[in-house]
């Protein structure tokens, strides 16, 4: 079945440092999300990407879609604590089961 | 998100016993979800819903069972619950078909099997 595989599971950062954590998958993607869990709470939306080579930014957040539209990355420019939580890539596959299967995530700590 | 409650918050259960989940929205999504979240594993998808009185199986079902004759509520039972099901189960819903529009999720139930 279809892997989702993120890295790095884990990254303790200074304050103002960038960050950025990856996404691959073992099949070609319709799409992807990405999503943001604080601490002791519950996923939140962040964003979807569709098209090939797509990038998007939310303020110090960038997201983007691979070429080949089988990984993604999410960076963060200058880390703010209230960065802090896990970042998960939630993958739709082109083909076969239709099912969003989610990368096992990345925790980021940032030390103020 | 305020459209979407789960309950109870918590939850200490017995191995051999039967529990439920309760799951609902108020945004008259049609589809609804259900993850487990382990560490390690991410989230998993247990079973979903497209519409009232239709449910699918997710990665993993077993041990599971949902039903959905409201489109508003979407339990989820644990017909003989085991300490493998330890674990913070949540509820989801969205607009479209997975993938296809943002899952908004409720708050989560820490749920544990002694």
């Known amino acids: 079945g279809q892997q989702v595989m993120q890295i790095p599971q884990y990254q303790h950062v200074q304050e103002g440092e960038d960050f950025t954590t990856y996404c691959n998958s073992s099949?070609?993607?319709?799409?992807i999300q990405w999503y943001k869990q604080r601490p002791g709470g519950h996923p939140v939306f962040l964003i979807q990407l569709v098209k090939s080579g797509e990038v998007k930014k939310q303020k110090r957040l960038t997201f983007q879609f691979g070429e080949a539209k089988k990984n993604s990355s999410l960076h963060i420019t200058a880390t703010q604590t209230t960065d802090v939580g896990t970042y998960f890539c939630a993958g739709l596959p082109q083909t076969g089961r239709r099912a969003l299967t989610f990368g096992s995530g990345t925790r980021l700590q940032v030390q103020p | 998100d305020a459209g979407i409650t789960q309950s109870p918050r918590y939850k200490i259960t017995e191995t051999g016993r039967q529990v439920t989940l309760m799951c609902h929205q108020t945004?008259?999504?049609?589809?609804m979800f259900w993850y487990r979240q382990d560490l390690g594993h991410g989230l998993r998808l247990i079973y979903y819903?497209?519409?009232?009185?239709?449910?699918d199986k997710g990665e993993v079902p077993d041990g599971y069972v949902v039903s959905r004759s409201k489109t508003e509520n979407f339990p989820l039972t644990l017909e003989s619950a085991t300490r493998s099901q330890t674990s913070v189960y949540f509820c989801a819903s969205s607009e479209l078909r997975q993938g296809g529009s943002p899952l908004h999720f409720g708050n989560g139930t820490r749920l544990t099997v002694t």
């Open positions: 099949t070609t993607l319709s799409n």
């Open positions: 945004w008259s999504h049609s589809y």
């Open positions: 819903s497209a519409a009232a009185d239709i449910t």
